[in-house]
């Protein structure tokens, strides 16, 4: 005989069958079963020490709440849709373990704090994961920047060549953008790290709970201080996705140059194979799939974060089933984050640079013309006067079909009498010493860069 839906209470009537499938969150929370049944297992041996359960009872409980964790993941553990959710999945496998006594465990708690726990659970294993693969991006970025740090390179803005840059200068920015979104998630862990069992359906408890002991047990530094807002709460779902955002876009930002630098138009790196893909037609394509996706997948992980604020926004106190909307968006973005981070790194890893067509684009175009306005300022020129002069040299060298190194001292002053024969000896390489200052692009500058990211590797990690 078919047995009944759960928790249908005062309810004389089973739940439309579409309508049991439609609420149901099995199909995707069934992922937290390890968090469920830790927080379980501390809810059990704080109910025995404080004699609300027998310590016989309690024992009963949390080993056959570990056979289950073993069935789950040994992929013998029945899950069957009309249990709803992995909380009554659980639950109904413990009653056929052990009986009654099962049914002592739910004992001082809900499932609305009970869920709020094993998501708070989840998602600072889930930072600590994020931030392991974060580092590892940064290793990767470091490893690819002390392998060529001697490659230069032109800089960009609007995409045009703007001034000689250090490659591993340009990479670093990454590493820097990464160390933000390290900072990010680690502060999204302190509001984390808040324990919200104990809370009830939304007003406590009428039992004598020890909610420091459970939070000891689970590795929780805080409980919460209102019952309302702790079954109510998911920001710490809200503040990881938007960290995720900023995080995936950093990658997207890296992969739209990957892109970019691939391309036979620009010929700056070339993608390791085991990175790229081919054309289903075109025999000679080698395509940055790979980059591709990482800036495509950026778009769904912000559709997440705007789509769970949205779900929140107007949810009056306490918890509401629209709740059950966290999610979904939320393992699709830890899911999505963590496989860009560390295709990204392999793909950085495995990337291979062309030295010589970065420095021949970084000698062309016109690309000290700001250091020869710089010139000119040094002695004692207005910037803006400057700027203009070195402009219209640049429009007739260019009329003259010429590199700023064809054109004679007569031409350069021209435009001004300030220029001396030592305007014409500026090089790429004196370009990028004249920026020796902290955060600049000078080799010297680059080098101490360099040093104190891999600091920062080794004392932080």
Not at 69 to 96: A, P, T, W, Y
Not at 175 to 196: H, S, Y
Not at 401 to 412: A, C, I, N, V
Request: net charge neutral; charged share 30%.
């Amino acid at each position: 005989m078919e047995k009944k839906q759960p928790l249908r209470g005062r309810l004389g009537k089973e739940m439309d069958e579409k309508a049991a499938a439609y609420t149901a969150s099995l199909p995707f929370d069934r992922r937290l079963y390890r968090q469920d049944i830790a927080g379980s297992i501390a809810h059990a041996k704080m109910l025995a020490k404080q004699d609300i359960i027998t310590d016989k009872e309690a024992e009963f409980i949390v080993m056959a709440l570990i056979s289950i964790r073993q069935e789950i993941e040994q992929g013998k553990f029945v899950f069957l849709l009309r249990q709803e959710d992995i909380h009554m999945c659980i639950e109904s496998r413990l009653f056929e373990k052990i009986g009654d006594v099962a049914g002592k465990l739910h004992t001082a708690r809900s499932r609305n704090d009970q869920v709020a726990l094993d998501m708070r659970l989840y998602v600072k294993e889930t930072i600590g994961q994020t931030l392991e693969k974060l580092t590892d991006f940064q290793r990767a970025l470091l490893a690819l920047s002390e392998a060529n740090k001697d490659v230069i390179i032109p800089g960009y803005t609007h995409v045009q060549r703007a001034q000689p840059v250090m490659l591993a200068h340009h990479l670093l920015a990454y590493f820097e953008m990464a160390e933000r979104d390290k900072g990010r998630f680690g502060d999204c862990l302190k509001r984390t790290d808040v324990l919200p069992l104990g809370s009830g359906a939304l007003a406590g408890v009428t039992y004598p709970i020890d909610r420091e002991f459970v939070a000891q047990q689970l590795g929780f530094s805080q409980i919460s201080r209102n019952s309302l807002d702790a079954v109510s709460d998911r920001d710490f779902v809200i503040e990881y996705q938007a960290a995720a955002c900023l995080a995936m876009m950093h990658l997207s930002r890296l992969a739209e140059e990957i892109v970019l630098w691939s391309s036979a138009e620009f010929g700056f790196v070339e993608l390791d194979e085991t990175y790229a893909a081919s054309s289903s037609i075109m025999p000679q394509k080698k395509n940055p799939d790979v980059a591709e996706l990482v800036r495509g997948k950026t778009g769904r992980v912000y559709g997440h974060l705007l789509g769970f604020l949205a779900t929140m926004k107007g949810l009056p106190l306490a918890y509401n089933r629209d709740m059950q909307e966290d999610k979904e968006g939320l393992f699709d973005t830890v899911d999505t984050l963590l496989a860009s981070l560390e295709v990204c790194s392999g793909m950085v890893r495995t990337i291979r640079i062309n030295k010589q067509r970065f420095l021949d684009a970084a000698q062309g175009n016109y690309i000290l013309a700001t250091d020869l306005a710089d010139y000119l300022a040094k002695k004692g020129v207005p910037f803006r006067q400057a700027h203009t002069a070195v402009a219209e040299l640049v429009r007739y060298a260019v009329e003259q079909k010429k590199d700023l190194s064809e054109l004679s001292l007569q031409e350069y002053r021209r435009f001004s009498p300030q220029f001396n024969e030592d305007a014409r000896s500026i090089t790429v390489a004196s370009s990028l010493a004249a920026r020796d200052v902290p955060g600049g692009t000078a080799p010297e500058q680059v080098k101490k860069a360099l040093a104190e990211a891999k600091r920062r590797l080794e004392v932080r990690g």
